[in-house]
């Protein structure tokens, strides 16, 4: 019973990075439809320029953290002016492989200037573990989950409350009246490029703390779309929620089943969920017109 | 030249080659092409053949994805699944001329199952279901290790003719474009069929091809049969040309490049995927050409190589979408029109 609630806890807390990833597939899938293929690319590109400013140029963690998010928005930026801008109302496939283009143009270049050893990055927190009874997780579990907990809350109040959160989500929910209105869509899909880097970033960050930094970081990501799939890819309760519960499963299946188990549980759980319920838990069920 | 094409019949004006001359060059190149193992050394023969087993393999996605309009990210697992059935084939003793159909058919079952998703979503969602089915089945790959030999890869026997051993790239050679020029033949006929018009029905706007009356669940599934009917092709006479795999060879990656090259190509066209193939494989191979000459200047451009050709690859298929949407088969036919409409502009 205790290893049950063991693998329990550890999967739960796993999950708070999943929702971080999934987070940003949502903002850009929400203001854009479009589904980022780079993300897990961004995130290791964040990670690298941390680890520079971090490790190469000695800044101290939080300053590290803070020019890794600046440079990161600029990229966003650049990414979303050339790549996405021309192709915007273009076929989904067209869209999809563009991104799909981004991340190998990232990975490529990201291997070439910083190479494809592993390097070990400091953590900007300090870490604790947790201890009940006779359970222990480890600290950088913990240490992630609070910083993905505090972020994602952060986000939500951005959302509710702030103006520019407001015109986000009305960008979300509709372009045309939301463009009616007076709010400038370009301004708020450039805004969900900068946001998606930046949560990417710090989702990043807190990985490569936990187990090394090298480029195969990126392809960690793609699992995700287990948890967006489930979740509805236009929700974001959708996506903490199934992020959590996606994070559980593969910690009780890699526990009871074995390790391997973990490259294939999330494809199955897709795989699963888009035969029985395309769109998700919370997602908004498309109704097509002629 | 080609002057003064005037169609009598219906029948003229679908013809594959409608002018004399058309046909005439045709002939000389295919004549040309035939004769290559005579004359082509090793290394260029190699390429040759890797590019017609490509081709076979992104015909068959052009059909799914740029005919029918859904996205497949799983067309290299397609391959593994054929190169595996024509490894236990082969095995059995079956003759390589029953095996790479067996094979096709036995990829089109599974293509099925894993199209069935389609049926219910489309798009995005597809997409991120043949994801899915690309890393199952890749699992499959590494670790049904009865079947398919885990991560040491599987050996395939070669194939006999008549007694003759299909080995080495010359006689291989022949095997692979003759599978190349029938499976060509069949897509470029494919598109003057009821199969094919609903095809593309189907992708400009699967709703209106139902109340035209297509079936959409018949539709969708026979295009991906036939897509991964192709690449189950291609993955064995993938597995007899290089006599032993691993499951590394088809994995997301690999998916990917038959993406790119559609695109690169030319959606929903033959000629662009026979280009988008050809073009795609032979950039990596420019890439290190070139490295290995200026190794001399740059020494530590060999240690690049990689890297670049990612970077490459992926501003190949952004540019393409962005300035070539319809791919390297609009600027053949460009050139093309420039030479038939000479002197005049166009």
């Known amino acids: ?290 | 030249m080609r002057i003064g094409v005037f169609h009598e019949t219906y029948a003229s004006e679908e013809s594959l080659l409608d002018s004399q001359t058309q046909r005439a060059v045709f002939a000389v190149f295919l004549a040309a092409f035939l004769a290559l193992p005579l004359y082509g050394s090793d290394y260029v023969l190699a390429m040759v053949c890797i590019v017609g087993i490509h081709l076979i393999a992104v015909i068959g996605l052009n059909i799914i994805t740029g005919n029918t309009g859904l996205i497949s990210l799983s067309q290299a697992a397609f391959m593994g699944v054929g190169c595996y059935s024509v490894a236990w084939a082969a095995r059995w003793g079956i003759p390589f001329y029953f095996a790479l159909p067996l094979a096709g058919a036995l990829t089109a079952l599974v293509g099925v199952l894993v199209g069935l998703p389609s049926l219910r979503v489309k798009g995005l969602y597809l997409a991120i279901a043949t994801l899915a089915a690309q890393f199952i089945l890749s699992f499959c790959f590494r670790e049904w290790e009865s079947v398919t030999g885990g991560v040491g890869g599987i050996r395939i026997p070669r194939a006999y003719l008549f007694g003759i051993e299909l080995s080495g790239d010359r006689r291989l050679f022949y095997l692979i474009f003759s599978c190349v020029f029938l499976l060509g033949l069949l897509a470029c006929n494919l598109s003057r069929t009821y199969v094919g018009r609903a095809f593309v029905a189907v992708r400009d706007r699967d709703i209106s091809a139902e109340i035209l009356g297509v079936n959409l669940l018949r539709a969708k599934l026979l295009a991906f049969a036939m897509g991964s009917f192709y690449a189950g092709v291609a993955g064995g006479l993938l597995g007899y040309f290089y006599g032993a795999v691993t499951p590394t060879y088809f994995d997301f990656g690999l998916s990917v490049f038959y993406l790119a090259a559609i695109i690169v190509g030319g959606l929903g066209s033959v000629l662009g995927s026979v280009l988008g193939a050809a073009f795609m494989t032979l950039v990596p191979e420019v890439l290190r050409v070139a490295t290995d000459l200026a190794r001399p200047w740059f020494p530590g451009l060999a240690g690049l190589l990689l890297p670049m050709g990612q970077v490459v690859f992926g501003v190949l298929i952004i540019g393409f979408l962005i300035f070539e949407p319809h791919g390297l088969a609009e600027i053949w036919a460009r050139v093309r029109r420039a030479f038939v409409l000479w002197p005049a502009k166009t």
């Open chain 1, 1 to 290: 019973m205790s290893e049950f609630i063991e693998f329990s806890l550890l999967g739960l807390f796993s999950g708070g990075v999943y929702a971080l990833i999934a987070l940003g597939f949502v903002l850009i899938y929400k203001c854009t439809r479009v589904i980022n293929f780079a993300i897990g690319e961004v995130m290791m590109l964040g990670a690298y320029f941390y680890y520079t400013a971090n490790v190469i140029f000695g800044v101290s963690p939080l300053e590290a953290v803070v020019l890794a998010l600046i440079s990161i928005s600029i990229f966003s930026l650049i990414f979303e002016y050339l790549v996405l801008r021309p192709l915007s109302g273009q076929p989904v496939v067209s869209v999809l492989m563009a991104t799909i283009g981004l991340a190998s143009i990232i990975h490529g270049m990201v291997e070439a200037t910083w190479g494809s050893d592993t390097v070990n990055v400091p953590r900007p927190f300090p870490s604790m573990r947790l201890i009940f009874g006779d359970v222990l997780v480890p600290g950088s579990v913990v240490t992630n989950f609070a910083a993905a907990v505090v972020l994602i809350g952060l986000f939500s109040v951005f959302f509710r409350y702030s103006k520019t959160g407001v015109t986000l989500r009305a960008t979300a929910s509709d372009p045309v009246t939301a463009a009616t209105l007076g709010i400038d869509i370009r301004y708020a899909q450039r805004l969900s490029w900068v946001l998606a880097g930046i949560v990417g970033t710090i989702a990043g960050v807190l990985i490569s703390t936990a187990s090394g930094l090298s480029p195969l970081l990126s392809a960690g990501a793609l699992s995700v779309f287990a948890v967006i799939i489930l979740g509805g890819l236009d929700s974001v309760l959708g996506a903490i929620v199934a992020a959590l519960a996606v994070g559980w499963m593969e910690s009780i299946v890699v526990g009871y089943v074995g390790g391997k188990a973990r490259d294939v549980v999330p494809y199955l759980t897709v795989l699963g969920i888009l035969m029985i319920r395309p769109y998700g838990l919370f997602g908004t069920r498309q109704i097509e017109r002629l």
